[in-house]
């Protein structure tokens, strides 16, 4: 075998004049630029098909007629660049080879012979011993067959034959040397491209198997793979196949036990710890990452030791659900993985001996989508731009960390709440904290910044989710106060609701809800280890021993049930110009998140500063411009809207002047005005600075001339020019260039004062210059920080000059003159001061006030649902100083007047009451003894005024249908069902009427248990209706109740004539079923178009054909029923909740009817 790579040149020797070449230094030549143009394809191009060489199967009259093979790009692991081709000149010189073309699109091969490697002795070709050829035939085109060829059609088990490209490269025999002239005589380079057939088995041979063993020959051990690259996880037995866990459905502890079941915290583990249990603890998973591992030769993951600690989570009462994530995490790395495999086949140094002068072109009639007989193109690493095999290798050891590095401690955590990804990749989410964040981890978390060399940021991604973790076994009103503190104080928009496996009584607390009723009302909980921007963290808690602990978390994605807040926000005007200032919202409540509605990464102007949200104009994306955007406060939409209008870029200067000659006394200035669209818009000019403006546009070449007649150089005005763009207008300031800087003081001194006013006057001297001739003025410009700007204070420029400013501040003074004279460079640049003045007193601080609800330590605007609510409010104060004088207490109704409630309220806890319909809010206001004011927050107690609700029924069966006596007498009760969503009702009234309701006497008040008695034995109608009135007396009238007694004479039938008709004919029995159990269980996602179906039956007794379908909704989300009166019914586009479905059976000749329903939940 002739293998070029498996010896190198790796020098050469360069010919002098007249020297004597030997074959061996011409031949070292050669071999060495041969070498490194191979060793150029297979390292920094690759090995393999590139394209092309693929066999198809040719039939005439259904009998094999040809195997066809299509022109193709290959390159072996001994660097030969190998495409069919065939002759195009024969040579004419016995010594010279014939010449070939490769421009064919493919080859006919027709007839086929057994071929013989006697002439190489290729080494893949023969068996282990080395002593036996493999099967193989050759195959030929009709051109190329000779006799001892057969044809194709006689080739058999087409289904077991793959098909190889072989290179036979050897030497050929050097005859002896005749004659004088041997110039042609030399060692002859035999490559022969060959096209052979084998079977499958051998085909295996040619790969190898994994594993070593003894040559026969030498004795030495050696691999039985000969094929190193070949190999690929692609080709393992459904390895492609995710492996999904299943996911866990908390309604089903609702559904299938029924809302009054008592939830325990080990029926929440079960579902967990059966899920986990069910799939071994990520086995399969495992032999999957181990199975790709072995193949491309690396380490593997111990699945018992994980399992092993899995199982002893589930042994403590809380962290199981972090035992689900940490499989999960590991489901979603070999996802990771397995969307690589089909890109990695990126090999660096390949195996020189792999497929040196073959390569594999696949089955005959492949069977598979990826033959394992049929040789890729493992391209160089130069040439891989993802670097999928690298990223494949990379998950498989983030794979390992993960199962090492999980650790979920038994000591108390701290909450973190970390931004992260919702539907992204693995590597893209924030790291959990149940993995011990080692430098190993990080490293291995995401590719793309480990290779930035930002590994260490994979804590935390800044993005639209929040993970939310260390909150479980801790108290759950502390877990739950900690994590709102972090909301609150970072902005995030996200609710949150615990919820109690015990019933809660008289719960007060609209935070805090019973997890059955709440489960029940919100389907769709689901945990994730947080909660996506938008949605409702949900805390599980219940008593452990003496502790009321969280034990664990669920989220939904959406904003669900707190306690509701009003939301308001506004600004100044619905339209703004896109060059205006700032323009500040107002908000409500005060700490709110001020969000615009736009989409695409487009901005929609909203800045933050100091606390308070402003609009600036100046950022608004251009895409905006002229439509409508809205805002957000917390998430909820408001109905603030602001549309922004471009404004143009246009630039103005004084472009030339003319000075007056002779007598004239103009002086002629041309401004230039230059920009897009200049002619669209309206130029307003105020030439002399005085106030009086005048139209004037630009000639075609952007000019405005102008005539300033008897110009004043000491008193050059600044012209001012307005460019109105519709409703928008710019003023821009033109300075004319006609006069000298402005000359500056000197030697300034000062003095300052303390006025005991709280107050410090300063003074100051200085020194002028000589030329004064220009000068009118001196402004002194004054700041605390001039990065924030200067004020100015204006006067004469004769010393002295006084400047008042509160005290315990200092302050930077400049000095600069003015006149007719030219202001250069800035402010920053004048003679003056920094930082001078009486500073603050380091005793003086400002008190610190809050105030909260004596009950919780929820700050939230509370709403009375009873006739009186009683509450006491604790007022925190504190001063630095100690010298709090004076805390007031101040209220106001509805938000009008605020009026002083209470003045230093003992043990700084006052009390009130809200008995009437409105809003009572309340806030403190402290002052110390320097004069230091603050105010606190407000707190607001609302009382709806809602109309309450009656009705009446009859108390025996629940019923309202009016009844007829039969008997002498009838004594019946009636049951009163009245509400009030106020909880106010102050008087329930019950009027009796005798004469069908012309007249209405009371007949009792406020009965006992709400149920009152009464009887009729007359002739006549006594009828019944209950009057319901509430604290702000609203009324409701329920409905009538009637009970009728009507004379019935006596008659006594003496004889009864029978005849054929007597009887009434019995009626048939309808039966109806609506296609399903009590209850259905439907999955949104799986839907197909959004749809679903009920198919229901009904059936007679006797048996009847002619039966009518009639469907209907009784409770749900709207959704669209088509097929109505069909036994089939289709709903489309449903949504996430319950629905009931109720199906009636009918028969047309009797009306007999049987009605059924069923509950389908969609989640």
């Known amino acids: 075998m002739n293998n070029k790579l498996s010896n190198i040149a790796v020098r050469y020797r360069k010919f002098s004049k007249g020297q004597y070449i030997e074959k061996t230094h011409f031949n070292e030549f050669l071999d060495y630029f041969e070498d490194q143009d191979r060793l150029s394809r297979v390292m920094l191009e690759g090995v393999g098909v590139v394209c092309g060489f693929k066999p198809k199967l040719v039939y005439v009259d259904k009998r094999l007629n040809n195997i066809q093979l299509s022109q193709g790009v290959a390159i072996t692991t001994d660097g030969d660049l190998l495409t069919l081709n065939k002759t195009s000149e024969v040579s004419k010189d016995l010594y010279v080879s014939d010449l070939k073309t490769i421009n064919i699109e493919n080859q006919k091969y027709t007839h086929f012979k057994a071929y013989d490697n006697f002439k190489v002795g290729y080494a893949p070709f023969y068996d282990d011993k080395k002593t036996k050829q ?30 190889l490209l072989y290179l036979e490269d050897y030497e050929k025999d050097i005859k002896p040397c005749r004659g004088v002239d041997c110039d042609n005589h030399g060692i002859q380079q035999i490559r022969n491209l060959k096209v052979l057939v084998t079977t499958e088995k051998q085909m295996a041979h040619i790969i190898g198997q994994i594993g070593f063993s003894i040559d026969p020959v030498t004795g030495e051990v050696v691999p039985n793979r000969r094929d190193t690259i070949q190999p690929h996880p692609l080709f393992l037995k459904d390895i492609m196949k995710p492996v999904k866990q299943e996911r866990v459905v908390v309604e089903r502890l609702i559904l299938n036990n029924k809302a009054e079941a008592n939830i325990l915290p080990s029926d929440i583990k079960k579902l967990y710890q059966d899920v986990l249990q069910k799939n071994d603890y990520g086995q399969a998973i495992f032999e999957k990452i181990n199975a790709i591992s072995q193949v491309i030769g690396m380490g593997t993951a111990s699945h018992p030791g994980f399992k092993s600690a899995l199982e002893n989570i589930l042994t403590q009462e809380i962290g199981f659900q972090y035992a689900y994530d940490a499989v999960q995490d590991l489901a979603d790395t070999y996802s990771e993985i397995i969307k690589l495999l089909p890109k990695a086949f990126t090999v660096s140094l390949p195996d020189l001996i792999s497929f040196p002068k073959h390569v594999m072109l696949g089955k005959l009639i492949p ?14 690493p130069v040439l891989d731009e993802e670097k999928a095999m690298e990223r494949v290798k990379f998950l498989i050891r983030r794979f390992n960390q993960q199962v090492q590095s999980f650790r979920l401690s038994s000591t108390k955590s701290q909450i973190r709440i970390t931004p992260s990804q919702k539907l992204k990749p693995l590597s893209n989410k924030a790291i959990p904290f149940y993995y011990e964040a080692s430098e190993a981890l990080l490293k291995t978390w995401n590719f793309d910044r480990i290779n930035n060399r930002s590994f260490l940021e ?3 991604f800044n993005n639209p989710f929040y993970n939310i973790e260390g909150h479980h076994g801790m108290d759950y009103r502390e877990a739950f106060d900690k994590i709102k503190e972090i909301r609150d104080q970072q902005q995030l928009g996200f609710d949150i609701m615990a919820l109690s496996l015990q019933e809660l009584v008289n719960n007060k607390d609209l935070s805090t809800a019973y997890f059955n009723e709440y489960v029940e009302a919100h389907h769709g909980l689901e945990h994730k ?38 939301v308001k926000l506004s600004l100044p005007s619905p339209i703004a110009c896109a060059k205006s200032d700032l323009i500040p919202f107002t908000v409500y409540p005060m700490n709110g998140d001020v969000r615009a509605v736009v989409t695409g990464g487009l901005n929609g102007g909203v800045v933050l500063i100091d606390g308070r949200y402003f609009l600036n104009p100046s950022l608004v994306s251009a895409e905006l411009y002229n439509k409508e955007i809205s805002f957000t406060v917390n998430g ?6 602001v549309r922004v209008l471009p404004q143009p870029d246009i630039k103005i200067k004084a472009d030339s002047v003319t000075y007056p000659k002779g007598d004239s006394k103009d002086t002629i200035v041309n401004f230039k005005i230059s920009g897009e669209n200049i002619g669209d818009y309206t130029y307003s000019w105020d030439f002399w600075d005085n106030g009086r403006w005048v139209n004037m546009a630009p000639d075609e070449r952007g000019i405005v001339t102008y005539a300033f007649s008897e110009l004043n150089i000491y008193r050059i005005p600044t012209v001012k020019v307005k460019v109105i763009s519709g409703e928008c207008a710019e003023t821009i300031e033109v300075n004319l260039p006609l006069t000298e800087a402005c000359p500056v003081v000197s030697d300034i001194t000062y003095t300052v004062v303390d006025n005991d006013n709280g107050n410090q006057t300063f003074t100051f001297n200085w020194d002028l210059p000589s030329d004064l001739s220009a000068v009118t003025g001196l402004n002194i410009f004054v700041s605390e920080n001039p990065s924030a700007g200067w004020s100015t204070e204006s006067g004469s420029y004769t010393p002295k000059r006084t400047i008042t400013r509160p005290i315990g501040k200092k302050y930077y003074f400049r000095f600069g003159l003015v006149g007719s004279c030219r202001e250069e460079g800035g402010i920053a640049g004048l003679p003056g001061y920094n930082s001078i003045g009486i500073g603050p007193d380091e005793n003086n601080h400002p008190p610190t006030v809050s105030i909260k609800w004596k009950d919780t330590s929820v700050l939230d605007e509370r709403l009375c649902r009873e006739a009186v609510c009683n509450f006491t409010i604790v007022v925190s104060a504190d001063d630095v100083d100690g010298d709090i004088d004076k805390i007031l207490i101040y209220k106001s109704i509805e938000g009008g007047t605020s009026i002083l409630f209470k003045e230093n309220p003992e043990g700084n806890m006052f009390s009130d009451s809200i008995n009437k319909a409105g809003k009572q809010s309340y806030w403190a206001v402290v002052i110390d003894k320097k004069g230091n004011e603050v105010t606190s927050n407000i707190l607001s107690y609302r009382k709806e005024s809602h109309a309450p ?42 009027h009796k009427s005798t004469d069908g309701g012309s007249t209405w006497s009371l007949f009792t008040r406020n009965p006992s248990g709400n149920i009152f008695e009464d009887f009729i034995n007359n002739v006549g109608t006594n009828s019944y209706k209950a009057v319901v009135v509430d604290e702000e007396n609203n009324e409701a009238v329920s409905n009538i109740l009637k009970y009728k007694k009507e004379y019935r004479p006596t008659l006594v039938i003496k004889s009864l004539k029978p005849v054929s008709t007597c009887c009434t004919p019995e009626l048939p029995v309808i039966t109806s079923y609506p296609g399903g159990d009590d209850v259905l269980y439907v999955d949104l996602f799986g839907l197909t178009e959004n749809t679903f179906g009920l198919k229901g039956t009904g059936k007679a007794i006797p048996h009847l054909d002619d039966l009518q379908y009639f469907w209907s909704k009784l409770d749900g989300p709207e959704v669209t029923l088509e097929n109505v009166n069909n036994s089939s019914l289709v709903v489309k586009n449903p949504s996430r909740g319950t629905y009931r479905f109720q199906l009636l059976v009918k028969d047309v000749s009797s009306d007999a009817f049987g009605v059924s329903t069923i509950k389908v939940v969609v989640s």
């Not at 069977?367 to 160089?380: A, E, G, I, V």
């Not at 909820?636 to 809207?641: L, N, V």
């Not at 009705?951 to 009245?978: H, K, Q």
């Open 636 to 641: 909820k939409p408001t109905k603030c809207t």
């Open 949 to 990: 609700s009656v009705s009446i029924r009859w108390n025996d069966i629940s019923g309202n249908a009016n009844r007829d006596c039969t008997e002498p007498a009838c004594s019946y009760s009636i049951e009163v069902l009245a509400s009030d969503a106020d909880g106010d009702i102050k008087d329930i009234q019950i």
């Open 529 to 566: 280890r947080g909660v996506e921007r938008g949605g409702t963290f949900v805390l599980i808690f219940d008593n452990i021993g003496r502790d009321t602990k969280v034990i664990a978390d669920f989220s939904l994605p959406y904003i669900c049930c707190t306690p509701k807040i009003d």
């Open 367 to 380: 069977n598979k989508q990826l033959d394992p007989f049929r040789h890729q193109f493992y391209n160089s």
């Open 134 to 163: 493999i099967e193989l035939w050759e195959l030929a085109t009709e051109e190329e067959a000779t006799s001892d060829f057969q044809p194709i059609n006689n080739l058999s088990n087409l289904e077991n034959k793959c098909v």
């Open 458 to 460: 994979n804590i935390t």
